[in-house]
């Protein structure tokens, strides 16, 4: 396993795909100009307390991937299994039920299952598990 600053290359790789995608899922449709079916996220209602519960786990996910990767924390690996397995469904939701961008849904789906294989590898769990910093 190549390592750089004694942290595996596939979690930097991995690390930068996450950090830009939490990032870039939620400035997308704004650029694009998307507006959300489901409302505006400032008014009171259970879609907005759904996409502001979607936001604090994001950047949970942004803290827990640059400090607790970089650290090598057990709980940040933990954290992004559980979010990944959590967006996952999501997802799945979203292609099956409400039947809307399913060819970029599917490889969202494929691309979680791959993180989700990466960070159950036991070399990976080894690093967390080892690794004091």
Excluded: H
């Excluded at 600053?5 to 830009?20: A, E, H, Q, R």
């Excluded at 997802?91 to 960070?119: H, K, Q």
Aim: proline share 4%; glycine share 6%; with cysteine.
């Amino acid at each position: 396993m190549k390592l750089i600053k004694g942290m595996p290359l596939g979690l930097w790789i991995l690390s930068i795909f996450i950090v830009l995608f939490e990032i870039t899922y939620y400035v997308r449709p704004i650029l694009s100009g998307y507006e959300s079916p489901y409302g505006s996220p400032l008014t009171l209602s259970i879609w907005a307390f759904f996409v502001w519960f979607n936001v604090a786990l994001s950047i949970l996910m942004i803290i827990s991937v640059t400090y607790g990767f970089y650290n090598a924390k057990n709980w940040a690996r933990i954290y992004a299994i559980g979010y990944i397995c959590y967006s996952s469904f999501w997802n799945l939701y979203v292609i099956f039920v409400m039947r809307a961008w399913p060819y970029e849904r599917y490889g969202w789906f494929v691309f979680y299952i791959i993180i989700i294989m990466y960070l159950l590898m036991s070399q990976t769990k080894d690093y967390f598990m080892t690794t004091k910093r």
